[in-house]
């Protein structure tokens, strides 16, 4: 059976702090993993990760996967309100399957 | 907006009712899907529909039933539904099934009493 293990499950900081957020997984035949970000009900997507050590950045996000360890880390600098959300990770298996969501981890980011 | 848009935002339902949700996208997308969020709990994939074929059902009761009637618009017809079931249903598209990047629709949050 597929696992995603997300951590920490919340977490509040104040803006300007920088966030890493961890997820770990065990997918048979892993093919990808996303993130997305869920700010009160649809996520939205944020990166797609195929291939280890290559580093993704969207502005003051960035997220990397290592294929070896199975987990990917993501990392939010000079964090602000606007942040706060609820970060959710999910890889996929072979193509055509779905993706196995994790619990997410809920961010708060205080002024 | 993420081009998926769900009808009603919020429902609140009796047990022995019966209701559906509606989910359209016209970003041209061949897949279809509706998930399930409770609280504290992951996302869970509930019916996957390819080119309106409904692909994957993951063992949901048949209280839930979809309908694909074309590659745009996707419903989840409730009946019977127990307080459990209450929860966020979210519906989602991609290009196609497989393709993992999937646009989410705002949700329906569906209370049961």
Partial sequence: E???VQSPLSLVVHEGDTVTLNCSYEVTNFRSLLWYKQEKKAP??????TSSGIEKKSGRLSSILDKKELFSILNITATQTGDSAVYLCAPQGPSGSRLTFGEGTQLTVNP | ETGVTQTPRHLVMGMTNKKSLKCEQHLGHNAMYW???SAKKPLELMFVYSLEERVENNSVPSRFSPECPNSSHLF???????????????????QQQGIAEAFFGQGTRLTVV
């Avoid at chain 2, 307080?83 to 598209?93: G, I, N, V």
């Fill in chain 2, 35 to 37: 998930y399930k969020q």
């Fill in chain 1, 44 to 49: 939205t997507f944020l990166f797609m990760l």
């Fill in chain 2, 76 to 94: 989840l017809h409730l009946h019977t539904l127990q307080p459990e079931d209450s929860a966020l249903y979210l519906c989602a598209s991609s």
């Fill in chain 1, 2 to 4: 597929d696992k995603v």
